[in-house]
Each structure stands twice: as C-alpha cells, then as structure tokens.
C-alpha cells in the first residue's frame, strides 16, 4: 500500500514563508530519493527539489536559493522550507519518490495549495 500525503500549504504574502511537510508511508521509504514537485494552474507538472537517502539535494533554478528540502527518515517525512515566496511559486505542491515519478507511477497524493498574495 501507498500513503502520501502533503500538509502545510496555505495563503501567504510575497516575501513570506511556509513548511510543507509529506507523509509518506510507502515500503522503501529508506532508500528512495523523494521529490517535492508543484502544478500552477493549467501548467504541468514539475520537479523542484529532491534528497537523496543519503542527504544529497538538488534544486530548481527558479527555486534554488529560496526553497530547502530535508527528510527525517525515522519518521518517514520530507519537508520543504519555502522562503522569500513568489507568485510563481503558487501551485499545488506534492511529494513523491522521483524514481516512481520517473517511471509514471500514479501515486500522487492529494497535494497542498500554496498561494501567495502580491
């Protein structure tokens, strides 16, 4: 079975800040590098962060710098730290393992709204 599930999301003002934090009750949650991937309306889906099992991060340029993605494996969560928003960054905000994303897997959760207010 696969639960994710993204909590955090909200109404912010420009410049403002939000935590999102994933659920993420799957198998193999320990060796999985997760992702932190966003959908603006009518746009697509896009990867913006990930962290490897080991710690390893990578970022979006339009995120990279604003946005930090950290994991607590023990209780099998990722988090992104959102500062300094901007109304590009509003979308919906999901977690997912990038290997299962790759692959096309439908396992997206319900997701979280960030909108930020100009």
């Known amino acids: 079975q696969v639960q994710l599930v993204e909590s955090g999301g909200g109404l912010v003002q420009a410049g403002g800040s939000l935590r999102l934090s994933c659920a993420a009750s799957i198998s193999s949650f320990r060796s999985r590098t997760m992702g932190w991937y966003r959908q603006p309306p009518g746009k697509q889906r896009e990867l913006v962060a990930s962290?490897?099992?080991?710690?390893?991060?990578n970022y979006a340029d339009s995120v990279k710098g604003r946005f930090t993605i950290s994991r607590d494996t023990a209780k099998n969560r990722v988090y992104l730290q959102m500062n300094s928003l901007k109304p590009e960054d509003n979308a919906v905000y999901y977690c997912?393992?990038?290997?299962?994303?790759?692959?096309?897997?439908?396992?997206w959760g319900q997701g979280t709204q960030v909108t930020v207010s100009s």
């Open positions: 962290i490897t099992s080991g710690g390893s991060t």
């Open positions: 997912m393992p990038v290997e299962w994303a790759f692959r096309g897997y439908e396992y």
